[in-house]
Each structure stands twice: as structure tokens, then as C-alpha cells.
């Protein structure tokens, strides 16, 4: 089993920004994929961000050059370094582990983000 402990969401002004932690414990594998979706009311839920076992990170087009995502791998702890947000970025973000080899995916029970004036 593994779980995922989310921290950082809030209330932010439009420009404003934000980072979310995400730190994994339990059984951790040597193979999997960390990151984060989110999810907006009445809107599907969507990959926001993703960094592999081996570093590499993808992007949703709607976020990227404003987010960040990095990690500790000695902690087992993912980073979102949210930028310049805007009101669209407005969703429930949960972090998401991966382990790829049993395809098995653990979700964090997310965090509230909240872009308004």
C-alpha cells in the first residue's frame, strides 16, 4: 500500500502562486510515475502534470511554462510549483502515484485550489 499526503492548496489571487507537496510512503517501488491531475466542477478530470522513475516530466498545454514539477526522491515527495495562476486553474488537485509494474495507482484525497480577486 501506498499514501499520499497532499499539502499546500489555499486561496490565491489571479498572478498569484502556489506549491503542492505530495510525499508518498508505504511500499514504494523502484518503477512508477508521481504527479498530479485536478478537477474542476463539472469538468472531467485531467492530467495537469507527470515526472517518470527517470526524471522526465510532461506537461498539460494549459499549465505549461507555469508549473513546475520536481521532486525528492530521498523523501518520496513531489513538488507543484504553480505560477502565475489564473482562475481556470480553479480545481480539487490530487496526487497520484503509480507503480507501473503492477499498474497499480493510489490517489491522494486532493487539495482545494482556489483563483479569485
Known amino acids: 500500500q501506498v499514501q499520499l499526503v497532499e499539502s499546500g492548496g489555499g486561496l490565491v489571487q489571479p498572478g498569484g502562486s502556489l506549491r503542492l507537496s505530495c510525499a508518498a510512503s508505504g511500499s514504494i517501488s523502484g518503477i512508477y510515475t508521481m504527479g498530479w491531475y485536478r478537477q474542476a466542477p463539472g469538468q472531467q478530470r485531467e492530467l495537469v502534470a507527470t515526472i517518470s522513475n527517470y526524471g522526465s516530466t510532461t506537461y498539460a498545454d494549459s499549465v505549461k511554462g507555469r508549473f513546475t514539477l520536481s521532486r525528492d526522491s530521498a523523501k518520496n515527495t513531489v513538488y507543484l510549483q504553480m505560477n502565475s495562476l489564473k482562475a481556470e486553474d480553479t480545481a480539487v488537485y490530487y496526487c497520484?502515484?503509480?507503480?507501473?509494474?503492477?499498474?497499480?495507482?493510489?490517489w491522494g484525497q486532493g487539495t482545494q485550489v482556489t483563483v479569485s480577486s
Open positions: 497520484y502515484y503509480k507503480k507501473l509494474i503492477s499498474q497499480t495507482n493510489y
